[in-house]
């Protein structure tokens, strides 16, 4: 393969980063085709591209062969708050005709961003394209998130489900914690402790039961609430935005059982639930994540048919 020249990601490659970007949404769809078809077309791609280009002024790169722009790569910062030192290449921040490419271009910016401080980069990437994947892989970046998509089964409603009610809240409080609790633990290792803001935590779970729009399911044992499942529509998500947010689809967006009660049907359940509350309102399909270092998420959403879409990758610069 010919050399490639790189330069500094400018205005001018725009056009030509909406077509490498439609292109590889639009083999991306070929094999998961519940994706928003609209990002097939450059026109649509372009304004993706140029939403996270003129987010702030973070540097990238485009690569250069034969006089022809071969792939490009940019990238944001979001709070550090939460991510570190950051910088994201978002769905829409990367595309290559070459897998191979995305590495020099990598190089490129990452000197860059290395040498503002910047040490924690993230990349979300599609995971249907194993050597794009293997590619981010050999600059040293490790899975840590999954996105998924199925279509929705037709389910029955099933027994010892029932939506969620007020007088439901004190005894939710004390569920609420336990996804954050449980990837504190090895081998996920969260950053994120449980929210101990317990008046917002009441108001959140208050919210989501009273709204319309999410679905608040919750299973029984006894006379006790053993799990809960929240669904909402897939446009709450500050995560699957632009190509990873497809059209009119539901989001199994938090689910917790009692460790005690794991490996006892209560999930299947749930997600039964789950299936038909999303179908009943009008959704074809249903959205969730998870980090793939969570073993229990990694090996119980992919056994339920949820295909993975999207991987986020993630490297830290020591």
């Avoid at 969260?190 to 208050?206: M, N, Q, T, Y």
């Avoid at 989501?208 to 609430?225: F, M, Q």
């Amino acid at each position: 393969m010919a050399g490639m020249e790189i330069q500094e990601f400018a205005d001018g490659h725009l056009d030509d980063a909406a077509r490498l970007l439609a292109a590889r949404h639009k083999a991306h769809r070929r094999l998961e085709p519940l994706l928003p078809p609209g990002y097939e077309d450059p026109v649509f791609a372009r304004q993706e591209v140029e939403a996270l280009w003129r987010a702030d002024e973070t540097p990238g790169a485009v690569g250069i062969r034969g006089g022809r722009v071969v792939g490009y790569l940019v990238g944001i910062r979001k709070s550090d708050d939460v991510w570190g030192p950051n910088v994201w290449v978002d769905p829409a921040g990367h595309a290559v005709e070459h897998p191979e490419d995305v590495r020099d271009l990598y190089a490129a910016a990452a000197a860059r961003w290395v040498g503002a401080g910047l040490s924690a980069h993230y990349a979300v990437v599609p995971a249907t394209d194993p050597e794009l994947v293997d590619s981010w892989f050999r600059l040293g970046f490790g899975q840590q998130h999954a996105f998924a998509i199925r279509e929705l089964p037709d389910e029955r409603w099933p027994d010892g489900v029932r939506e969620a009610d007020i007088a439901d809240v004190e005894e939710l409080m004390q569920l609420a914690p336990l996804l954050a609790q449980h990837q504190l633990l090895a081998p996920v290792f969260s950053r994120l402790p449980p929210d101990e803001d317990e008046d917002a935590l009441r108001k959140d779970i208050e919210e989501d039961i009273a709204s319309p729009t999410s679905g608040c399911l919750v299973a029984e044992h006894g006379d006790r609430i053993v799990g809960i499942f929240l669904v909402v529509p897939l446009e709450v998500s500050s995560m699957h935005t632009g190509l990873a947010r497809p059209e009119v689809v539901s989001y199994l967006g938090w689910a917790a059982t009692l460790p005690e009660v794991r490996g006892t049907g209560t999930g299947l359940t749930l997600t039964r639930a789950s299936f038909a509350w999303a179908r009943e309102r009008g959704y074809e399909a249903m959205v969730t994540d998870w980090r793939v270092t969570n073993l229990l998420a990694s090996r119980f959403w992919p056994r339920r048919g949820f295909r993975p879409t999207f991987l986020r990758l993630f490297r830290a610069i020591p």
